[in-house]
């Protein structure tokens, strides 16, 4: 999951899980019997007065999480698996600790002090900032023993068996406001058995990173827990993104949020790739033999259907600075968020569902940032791009998201996430399993 700054990630291919902790290990500075002290986050947290429900606390410590093992560059199947082994661990931990201080004169401290997790209402709010230190002690506490060999790593994926490239770029602006989520392995990450599940997704935030933020926690827990999960999965995907809406405007109205996000949601299972999304982040699907193709049009205000549903609802679309936008502030017609202007800006998700094929390419996830190309020439660029990044030998995509940033930057000032799956590579480790 990427930070508030700019993120490169590409995960070492032939580095086995023993292996790579043992270099970690090597590199740790550790006092015995100190490893699981709290960690200051390395990173400004957006939610520092975290709700006091189980959902959020869990999405906010498994996002935790993700971005610690994420900057050491872990490879993905031993994150998601110590993922699921510190959530385990902390789910008996005592939300009372992480009360903020009490200074109401009519409350008396030392009963505060004395609280229990029973007495942690559900409309509370908990110290972010203490809480994600604790949980950053815990999950290297973790790491130290399955390093050192005290706790045994169960079987998992030893390499990559297909190329997974993000990049995502402040750029021009003053904040960087996308987020985004790549977990190849799901079923890892899992508080409960699933089928193996691949899951990427980008929000690209506005008004704030609050929405974008919240979506990307929380979209883990709500995907894997919807009642379609396992036997509907484009039908779970666009129902977790009205669910995640539902839970943030919850959180808005009681901050007094207007933050909101666009979401684009891929997940591959077996040999079916599905999804859903909200507003102008695209997916981008490369076939052998048939080129390029996008198969998430955008929801823009400037689509006659979208106009027609907003002027049925009572709103208007006005074309401001050349760019019509919903009641001309928003320059999209469906989101996450967007509390004061929710009557208008829906949260009922596109979908989408392919067969994976020997044919497939590649795909791209990206935000507006990527895809405000001038020309299409340009796009040829991008894409020529990436395509150059390909290694000699095994002809796989090496650093792609990077190259195509490189080149939609030339075009915009905007914030710029994309995420490269490599399908041709998961269409062949995959069927040579099955």
């Known amino acids: 999951m990427a930070s508030g700054g700019d993120v490169q990630a590409e995960r070492p291919e032939e580095q086995g899980n023993t292996q790579f902790l043992a270099q970690w290990l090597s590199g740790q500075q550790l006092v015995p019997g100190m490893e699981d002290v709290p960690i200051r986050p390395p990173w400004k947290l957006n939610f520092t007065n975290v709700p006091a429900k189980r959902h959020t606390i869990r999405a906010c410590c498994g996002d935790w999480m993700l971005r610690y093992l994420d900057e050491q560059n872990f490879p993905h199947p031993l994150t998601e698996w110590i993922c699921t082994e510190v959530q385990s661990r902390l789910e008996g931990m005592d939300r009372s600790t992480f009360r903020f201080p009490c200074y ?47 706790l045994k790593i169960p079987e998992l994926p030893c390499k990559w068996q297909w190329t997974i490239s993000t990049m995502a770029i402040r750029n021009k602006r003053r904040k960087m406001e996308d987020r985004h989520v790549v977990l190849p392995y799901l079923e890892l990450a899992s508080e409960k058995k699933i089928p193996p599940t691949s899951l990427y997704a980008i929000f690209d935030g506005h008004r704030s990173s609050e929405a974008a933020e919240f979506a990307a926690a929380h979209l883990p827990g709500v995907l894997v827990n919807n009642v379609h999960f396992e036997d509907d999965l484009p039908t779970a995907t666009r129902e977790s993104l009205k669910e995640i809406d539902t839970l943030f405007l919850e959180y808005a109205n009681a ?37 390029t193709e996008f198969v998430t049009p955008p929801h823009s205000p ?37 509390v004061d202007l929710k009557k208008y800006v829906t949260s009922d998700a596109g979908q989408f569902q392919q067969e994976i094929s020997a044919e497939h390419d590649y795909i791209v996830l990206g935000c507006d940032g990527l895809w405000d190309i001038t020309e299409k020439e340009r796009l040829d660029e991008m ?37 490269v799956v490599d399908l041709q590579g998961y269409y062949e480790a995959y069927t040579s399993s099955v």
């Open 104 to 150: 109401d004169d009519d409350v008396d401290p030392e009963e505060v002090a004395t609280a229990t997790d029973a007495d942690v209402q559900d409309s509370e709010y908990l110290d972010g900032m203490k809480m994600c230190g604790h949980v950053l002690g815990v999950t290297k506490k973790v790491c130290c023993e399955a390093a050192s060999g005290e």
């Open 255 to 291: 901050k007094n949020s207007k933050a909101g996000c666009t979401a684009l949601v891929v997940c591959i299972r077996g040999v079916t790739m599905c999804g859903a999304w909200l507003g102008d982040s695209q997916l981008l699907v490369s076939r052998a033999g048939h080129g």
């Open 302 to 338: 400037s689509s006659p259907s979208e106009q027609a549903r907003i002027h049925d609802l009572g709103g208007v679309v006005l074309q401001m600075g050349g760019t019509w936008r919903v009641s001309g502030h928003l320059g999209v017609a469906r989101a996450i968020g967007d």
């Open 383 to 419: 894409m020529s791009a990436a395509e150059q990044t390909r290694d000699g030998i095994t002809n796989k995509l090496c650093g792609a998201a990077k190259a195509m940033v490189e080149v939609a930057r030339q075009e915009t000032e905007d914030n710029i996430s994309a995420i």
